[in-house]
């Protein structure tokens, strides 16, 4: 699975303390222990107390590349924040994220294009988040058929179905696993699948056990990513093994280590 | 309508050094099964090691043994011949010898010979031991230090006696051979095991086992081809390249040994070995062979010819 380490977000408040203190020595730490952990690529989020999103996320994006090569997910809201840090940025970058709001696909589709840059777009838009697998489809849909009028290599798109919590939409859980399924066969070359695994468990108290369940049935159903804590070490195990059951590792006494 | 399907791999195959200097080699590399030049960029060619032993071979064919009657019985001679008649680029020194059934040379004169060939030879060499753990495990490291920092790749590992030799080529700046028996599944652990001992990735070859044409040919080639396809797909500890050990394994074939006399609807023996090493060589090419360690002079000018002709349609 193509990992991407969610723990660099201001949203956390150690995070958000080193963002504003400027502690360099904290975050490389963070990005280092997210790499050995296995991450391919890391989240970079300012968090919502953040007063000057883009020069932190400048900061951010200048800090850990010095310590890593890993790609850097640019995860914002604001479209200035991401240009300013796919433009600066010397790591490969992924932009977190587009939707199928048709303002997004015109910003951030040739922004990434310009820059080599993957990009993750949610099934959704202005309406929010959709409430069956037809509906996430039907944008999926639209999704797709920009990016490929663009030109854009579909090897680079990361279609997220929005994962919800399972306290709060219990039934969808199944249609989303089915979504991503369906997401795989929507195209050839196929896009790329990614979920915000943490949300599954929002508000719900064993949240690891939840996450990490999620992930092996995901995988299962073709999920290529996942945004999720890299140090959880009992979820990093689970999905080697699912790797191994799925035939898409080789099998070794020690894979766990692999 | 032509019809085009490319695949794009994920990962690439961890580049190895071999030797220093101006007569170092770069194997692996690779980004796409061997020779598809439109799914990946292959930088690096395979390679012919030529072998030679340091005691003459007592079970080789009698055509074998003619071509080399000159040096069949000094290694460093040999070597010499293999670098300047037949332009070796990379050297395969077996120290049978040290075997305490067929010599038990010492761990001192075997680590002297492999200096004594450096230095005149100065090609990159893959030294491999006499396969008694017990022994290799005194001489191999001795013969490490001999040529510390040259680069060179001492085995074979296994899976049961890797750490002896792992530790010395850590701290001598050599590599080791991965040896596993045609079984993809501790050819992944060995190398897992090698890298915890501390040496990095890019010091370490597969010999994944090989089978000569009719001997298991087809089997050591799957194994090959699965364990490629993985790591191109990711598997960063099955991402190395691969040594095949091809004249040991054809010319063990009967076709390549029995003579004409008693088999004459069979053809001549010479060309019969000749032509046994090349075919099993140029098969283990197409699983993805790096490093193919071969005898016989024609064999070798065949599957040169061969890799000459893959490769020169893809490079531009």
């Not at chain 2, 194997?27 to 032993?53: M, Q, T």
Request: hydrophobic share 40%; aromatic share 6%.
């Amino acid at each position: 699975m193509f990992i991407v380490g969610e723990l660099i977000n201001g949203m956390y408040k150690q995070v958000a303390k080193a963002i504003a203190d400027k502690d360099k020595v904290f975050i490389q730490d963070l990005a280092k222990k997210q790499v050995e952990a296995g991450s391919f690529a890391l989240d970079l989020n300012c968090g919502p107390q953040s007063k000057d999103p883009l020069n932190d996320m400048i900061w951010l994006v200048e800090t850990i590349q010095e310590v890593t090569d890993k790609i850097l997910c640019i995860d914002s809201t604001k479209y200035e924040v991401i240009k300013k840090a796919v433009e600066i940025a010397k790591n490969k970058t992924m932009i977190n994220s587009a939707n199928a709001e048709d303002e997004k696909l015109e910003n951030l589709v040739p922004l990434a294009q310009k820059h080599n840059s993957a990009l993750i777009a949610l099934a959704m838009d202005k309406k929010g988040i959709p409430q069956n697998k037809e509906q996430r489809l039907e944008l999926a849909a639209k999704i797709i058929g920009f990016t490929q009028e663009s030109g854009f290599d579909m090897q680079n798109l990361f279609l997220d179905p929005v994962l919800m919590p399972i306290n709060v939409a219990q039934a969808q859980l199944v249609e989303i696993l089915d979504t991503i399924r369906d997401f795989k066969i929507l195209t050839e070359p196929s896009p790329k699948t990614i979920v915000g695994l943490s949300n599954i468990s929002q508000g719900a108290k064993a949240r690891s056990i939840i996450n990490r369940t999620f992930a092996v049935m995901g995988l299962s159903y073709g999920l290529d990513s996942a945004i999720l804590d890299p140090l959880d070490k009992k979820l990093i195990d689970a999905i080697k093994a699912a790797e191994l059951v799925l035939n898409k590792n080789i099998y070794c006494d020690s894979f766990l280590g692999a | 309508m032509e019809l085009e399907y490319i695949e794009k791999s994920s990962n690439s195959i961890t580049s190895v050094i071999l030797g220093t200097g101006s007569t170092s080699l770069k194997v692996g590399g690779e980004d796409a099964l061997p020779f598809l030049y439109r799914e990946g960029k292959n930088v690096s060619l395979p390679i012919i090691a030529h072998e030679v032993f340091d005691s003459a071979p007592s079970d080789w064919a009698k055509s074998l043994k003619d071509e080399f009657k000159s040096v069949i019985n000094k290694p460093i001679e040999w070597a010499l011949y293999c670098k300047n008649e037949l332009n070796a680029k990379l050297i395969c020194l077996r120290l049978s010898s040290a075997h305490p059934d067929f010599g038990n040379n010492s761990a001192d004169k075997l680590a002297k010979l492999c200096r004594d060939i450096y230095a005149k030879v100065n090609l990159p060499m893959v030294i491999i031991g006499c396969g008694d753990d017990k022994k290799d495990n005194q001489v191999l490291p001795e013969c490490s230090k001999a040529l510390k920092g040259k680069n060179c790749y001492f085995g074979n590992t296994t899976i049961d006696n890797y750490k002896t030799i792992a530790a010395s080529c850590i701290a001598d700046g050599n590599g080791v051979i991965a040896h596993s028996p045609i079984d993809i599944n501790i050819a992944k652990q060995l190398n897992i095991l090698i890298n915890e001992v501390g040496l990095p990735l890019d010091k370490v070859i597969i010999n994944p086992t090989v089978g000569a044409l009719g001997y298991g040919l087809e089997y050591a080639y799957s194994i090959m081809e699965r364990a490629r396809l993985a790591a191109l797909m990711g598997d960063k500890m099955l991402a190395l390249p691969f040594i095949c050990f091809i004249a040991q394994e054809s010319w063990r074939a009967k076709e390549s040994k029995a003579s004409e006399k008693d088999n004459p609807d069979w053809g001549k023996e010479l060309e019969r070995g000749i032509y046994w090493e090349a075919v099993t060589a140029n098969s283990f090419l197409h699983a993805g062979a790096d490093i193919l360690v071969m005898r016989h002079p024609k064999a070798v000018e065949i599957v040169s010819k061969a890799i000459k002709e893959l490769t020169n349609k893809g490079i531009k």
